[in-house]
């Protein structure tokens, strides 16, 4: 499956209604800074999907937290880990 915008909704509202209040999603990833002029390695990330699959791309925490709020997460936390890589969080409760 590409990795587009519209495959991440509906994969965020999977998550929403398969975990309960005590689990929660995290993903690691090379995430693209909001400005999109930081984290090099991500930004080259999205350019390759983009070349390979015609419609794929990199996120960025903003793009992240959009669709967990759409999919009825109440928080989210986005916080570098070493290197280019980030971990993205979304919690059902705040």
Not at 26 to 34: F, G, N, R
Not at 46 to 67: Q, V
């Amino acid at each position: 499956m590409p990795n587009t915008e519209a495959t991440h909704e509906p994969i965020m509202q999977s998550a929403f209604a398969f975990w309960n209040a005590k689990t929660l999603p995290i993903a690691i990833e090379p995430l693209i800074d909001d400005a999109r002029r930081e984290n090099v390695f991500g930004l080259l990330m999205s350019l390759n999907m983009l070349i390979e699959t015609g419609g794929g791309f990199d996120y960025t925490g903003a793009d992240f937290r959009g669709w967990c709020q759409e999919a009825g997460f109440r928080r989210f936390e986005v916080l570098h880990l070493a290197g280019p890589a980030s971990s993205a969080i979304a919690y059902k409760q705040a």
